[in-house]
Structures are given as C-alpha cells and as structure tokens.
C-alpha cells in the first residue's frame, strides 16, 4: 500500500484573544489511512481542522498538499482542493430530500429543468461503492442521526474530496451506526481516500485509526501508530500525567455490582405525560421507579425527550399528565426552589444558558438556588465570609481553574462551567440527583472524580438518574438503564441484561425482547 504523504501542516499557530489556542502545531496525513486526532475539550484539534478547512486563518504557519504549498482562505478553496468536513451539528435543510441536500450548492446537469437524473444516478453508485445505503428521496426531517451524517459524509464524496474530516462523528449515533460508520470509512481509504478523524473516545481510535496523533493545550504530545498505542500511553499525552489504572472508574475491568441499599424506591414516576406548542407530545406514558442506592440510566439519541424528562422531575417545566413522587413528595405539584431545598439535585444538560448566571461571579454561581439556606444565609442575610470559604474548598476540590471566587462566570472556560455545576449539586447532602450529560467538556481526571463522587452517593443511598449521550458511560455506572425513543420509554434493562446492540436498537425505536 502506497503510503506516501497527502497532507503536511507546519508550525501551525492560531490565538483567539489571549487564548493560545494552537502553539507550533505540525501534522502529517498519509495516503490510504484513518489518522485519528485525539485530545480532550479545548486541546486544538477542532481548530487545526478548522484552519484547513478554510474556517479560520491561521496566524503563522504552513499547509502543502499532496507536495505543493497551498493558501485555503474559505471552505470553498479547501473543496476544490480536495478537502471535505463534516462537522458535529449539521447544516441541512430539513424540509428538503437527501438528493437535494447533497446537490445544492453545485452545479448540475439540466439547471433549467431541474432534472436530477444524471446527479441521483452518481449519487446511487457512491452510496454503493462505499457501503451507505439512503433513500434519496426521503426528506431530511424523517431521518435518523445516523442517516443525516451518511448525508453530510455523500455530500462531500460527491463533491470529490480526497482528503475527509470527520469532527466527532460517533457522537448521537447507535452502537450499530458506529459500526457501520467504521466500516464504510475502512472501505474508503482502500478506494484512496485519506480519513483525519477528530474524537475525545480512547476505543475509537483504538479500534479504527492506523495511526493516532495526540494534542494538548494547544500543543503536539506524540504520534504514535495504532499498533504500538496504549489506552495509558494516550491518556497520558492527553492530561500530561499518569492515571492509576487499578484505581480509575474509567478503566475499571471488573463490572459494576447492582447492590441496591433497599428495595425502597426514593422516585416513582406513573404516567408522565408533557405536551409542548400546538399539543405537540413530548413525553408519553413515561413510568419507572429509581431505588435508594440505584444508579438508573437513560439512554436515547439527543433530542428523544431526555431534556424534557429532566426537567419534568425538578419542576421546570410542568407536566400534562401523571405523576412524580419523590422521598415521598408529590413532587409534579412542587416547585423547583421547594424540591431543592427537599433533597433534590439536579445538573442541567445545557450549562451555558441553565443554571450558569455570566454576569455573577464564582461564588454565587456555586451557591446559586442554596443561598437562602444555611449556612449561606441567616436571617435573609447572606454570610459572604462563609459563602466565600466554602466557595474556596469547592474551587480547590474540583479543580476549577480560576482566579478566586470573585472572579466573573463569564470568564470560565466551558469545561470550567460544568465543573462548577457539579461542585454546586455535590455541596449539599441531597437523596435525590438529576445529572444531564454531566462529564460533557471534562478531562479523563475529571470525568474519572465525578464517577467516584456518583458511586460514593449511591453506596450512601442516594437516588440518582444518569441521563447520557454516552453509552459507554452508562454501561459503565448504571444499575438499570431505560431507553427513550422519541418521548417514550421503549423498555428498561436490568444491568444482567445489558448489551450494547440491544440498546443500540431500542435508541432506534426498536422495543426489548427482554
């Protein structure tokens, strides 16, 4: 196999006020492989990519390719010379068929007819020749995550990329879908194409990539080929220390015990029902129990009605029908401020804009919903000195990377956000916890002190709902798991019963056979 290089960028430099968010940056890709970019929150990959997409300019630095140097000011240049992306978020039209997404934008054959028939006729060979079946006429709307990336991904090869950018490209899918994914991208590097795939998830590149580069802050760690990597070796360049492996949640071998304190059941859920603008349903017939000591998880593709069942149980929004107890709380007939200061916790999906104030510093944010409680407060009178010792112990025990607790919100990080929202749920003693997506944005140490601190309150007795677009995640920590597919709740799974394809096919709508 032709092994001959098809990318090279140089001393690449790139600073976003007074983040340096690329420092001296240089990777090669070689023809006929998966080169994986691997590197946690905030470590450049996505920019690097970025830049040679023709999305950012660069501040110094150089990009040849295929042996000549070439300036990409816009993603047009970048396709022209061959370069495709496909991001995480998709820009589709929704209302618009899978033929036309992937045509729009160039040039076809009958332009004054409109007749596809030349462009449908290529498209199908493609979709043959690379293994991803789709229905061309089917709209963008009525499919599936899976389906709309096998979109983005035909619309770049019919473009006649050589080189493909795939940013994040597992995050939403099912089991199945990354399996078929891997598969099809196996399938193109043997027909010529070079494959640069960004990911955070140590088994992708692991499984898929031949060969894996590692950045940090900004920086090169090491390249290393997929034959003489290991999980250590990575995760070492990605945090720039070791890990205690035999201590570590995350590399744990030994399966987690389903040992619940009691059959006491702290949350019973029966019937829930939520109807959002024009009666439209959001969650139907949504019933479970969470016991005291029960880590219970909720798997589905984003946007399946987990954000509404999130908020359903700590009263944001109201439900239509139902009920929710909760340690014995009519909890459906309670407000969020009541339930919170009853024992309920309750990390939210979207820090950026819930349960995050930018214009409030630190310390407020961490006592945010607790400040009228003690010993925050006495007598409707916050105790700033106690606020700010507290405040200081939780900055210092969660790693939050700041210049003090009166330093403004908005100046956080995003990974420093959710370390602050995770500090603020762990502060006080609660029985029940809400967690959405809690490890998003978080390094490997942080993601592995969180999954000790959930353990930790489930061997206390605590109730806990671990809402996830992370399977592994999930499999990882629950005792229980239920699925939701599109607002309902497709079956529930006893740990004993776990098995990644089964889940994969119940986040398709699919219902248990167990």
């Not at 493909?164 to 027909?191: A, C, G, H, Y």
């Not at 945010?368 to 025990?397: C, N």
Request: charged content about 25%.
């Amino acid at each position: 196999m032709n092994q001959s290089s098809v990318l090279q960028m140089h001393g690449i430099y790139k600073r976003f006020d007074a983040n340096q968010a690329l420092d001296d940056v240089s990777i090669e890709v070689k023809n006929n492989e998966i080169y994986g970019l691997l590197g946690g929150n905030g470590a450049g990959k996505t920019t690097l990519m970025n830049i040679l997409y023709g999305l950012y300019k660069m501040d110094a630095g150089e990009i040849n390719l295929f042996g000549n140097k070439v300036e990409i000011s816009s993603p047009q240049d970048a396709i022209q010379l061959g370069i495709g992306m496909v991001h995480q978020h998709f820009l589709q039209f929704r209302n618009f068929s899978v033929l036309h997404n992937i045509v729009v934008g160039t040039r076809i054959k009958k332009p004054y007819t409109m007749n596809l028939a030349a462009e449908e006729k290529k498209i199908k060979g493609l979709c043959e020749r690379f293994g991803m079946p789709v229905d061309l006429d089917m709209p963008i709307e009525e499919l599936s995550m899976g389906i709309c990336q096998k979109v983005e991904i035909l619309k770049a090869l019919y473009r006649g990329v050589k080189i493909l950018i795939l940013d994040e490209p597992t995050t939403n899918l099912t089991p199945q879908e990354v399996d078929d994914l891997f598969r099809s991208l196996k399938v193109m590097v043997k027909e010529g194409l070079s494959i640069v795939f960004i990911t955070h998830k140590l088994r992708e590149v692991m499984s898929v990539c031949d060969r894996i580069s590692v950045l940090r802050n900004g920086r090169n760690i090491l390249t290393v080929g997929r034959a003489e990597a290991s999980e250590e070796m990575l995760v070492k360049g990605m945090v720039g220390k070791e890990i205690d492996v035999e201590k570590s949640v995350i590399f744990s071998k030994s399966e987690t015990k389903t040992e619940r304190i009691s059959n006491q059941a702290i949350v019973q859920v029966d019937n829930l029902q939520m109807e959002g603008k024009e009666s439209i349903t959001l969650l139907k017939d949504i019933s479970f129990e969470i016991h005291q000591g029960e880590i219970f998880g909720i798997a589905g593709v984003a946007g399946n009605g987990q954000r509404e069942l999130a908020e359903a149980l700590v009263g944001v929004q109201a439900l239509t029908g139902g009920h929710v107890s909760i340690n014995g709380m009519t909890a459906s007939q309670m407000s969020s401020r009541d339930l919170f200061e009853h024992g309920v916790a309750y990390i939210p999906e979207d820090r950026l804009t819930d349960g995050f104030l930018h214009k409030a510093n630190v310390a407020q944010n961490l006592i945010l919903g607790f400040h009228r409680l003690a010993p925050y407060s006495r007598s409707g009178f916050i105790k700033w000195g106690m606020v700010f010792d507290a405040t200081r112990q939780l900055i210092a025990e969660y790693n939050v990377k700041t210049t003090g607790p009166q330093d403004l919100g908005g100046n956080l990080s995003g990974g420093n956000i959710q370390r602050v929202m995770i500090a603020r749920a762990f502060s006080r003693p609660f029985k029940f916890l809400v967690a959405h997506n809690a490890t998003r944005g978080l390094d490997i140490p942080s993601m592995d002190f969180v999954y000790s601190r959930l353990k930790e309150r489930k061997k206390d007795g605590t109730a806990i709902l671990l809402i996830s677009e992370d399977l592994d995640e999930l499999l990882l920590l629950c005792d229980r798991m239920g699925v939701l597919f599109s607002g309902q709740m497709v079956g529930i799974l006893e740990r004993s019963k776990f098995e990644k394809y089964e889940i994969g096919r119940m986040m398709s709508g699919v219902k248990s056979n167990t």
